[in-house]
């Protein structure tokens, strides 16, 4: 039996099913997702650009499945993503970003 699939989960594995839910509050974003079972965590990123030039990181552990980001301007249209990782050895394995836009009340 093979356990080295196991200790090394990959990037496939890592992306999160059914997309990123935005919803708008006054100055904030609250973000939800599918929880994926074998990440260690998810990495977060929030820009006013399309290209995440500048964004800002946050990482959170595997327990959150949703997340609301504070202090943003209003009337303004955020860019969101979010990827999951795992910790193999010790490297991390990331999975696909998946991106949504939302603009802030």
Known sequence: ????????????????KGGLKL??????LKLTWKKV??????????S??????GAK????KNSKKSFTIKKLK????YYVRIRAYAKADSKKVYGK?????????
Not at 74 to 77: E, I, K, N, R
Not at 97 to 103: H, N
Request: net charge positive; glycine share 6%.
């Open 23 to 28: 919803t708008a509050g006054k100055k904030k």
């Open 37 to 46: 079972s074998k990440a260690s965590g998810y990495e977060i990123q929030i």
């Open 74 to 77: 209003s009337g303004t249209m």
């Open 1 to 16: 039996m093979n356990t080295s699939a196991q200790a090394h989960p990959s990037s496939a594995s890592m992306t999160i």
């Open 57 to 60: 990181k946050r990482f959170l």
């Open 48 to 53: 006013q650009k399309k290209n995440f030039k």
């Open 97 to 105: 970003w998946v991106t949504a836009k939302k603009k802030v009340k």
